[in-house]
């Protein structure tokens, strides 16, 4: 859900160490474009989105299905963790631009 941004952007990463060996999809968020538009992920399987915030306005990461969220100032990259999932299509945007959409197809 949309959130004001000032409080949020405080970075969650120095408490996710360990994560590194994850499976790792790479997503850029920039004024209302999001890249890429389709990742494909296996069933049942741990990983993780790194997020970036390229643009000049801040953004926020939202799939309402994986219930994650994750507001991004500008310039800023911070990552989710997506526990292991069914098989499915797990739609995801920019909950302030969202016209900014992607999808996580998990086969
Ligand atoms: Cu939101």
Known sequence: MRRIVVAL?????????GADDLLTFRVE???GKVTPTRIEAPVK???KLILV???????????LPLRKEKVL????????VIQG????EYIFFDDFHP???GVIVVK
């Open 29 to 31: 968020l920039n004024d």
């Open 45 to 47: 399987t741990k990983f």
């Open 99 to 101: 016209q900014a959409r």
């Open 73 to 80: 100032a500008p310039g800023v990259e911070s990552f989710v």
């Open 9 to 17: 952007v405080i970075s969650t990463c120095s408490l996710m160490a």
């Open 85 to 88: 999932v069914s098989a499915g």
């Open 53 to 63: 915030n390229k643009g000049k306005s801040p953004a926020e990461f939202e799939s």
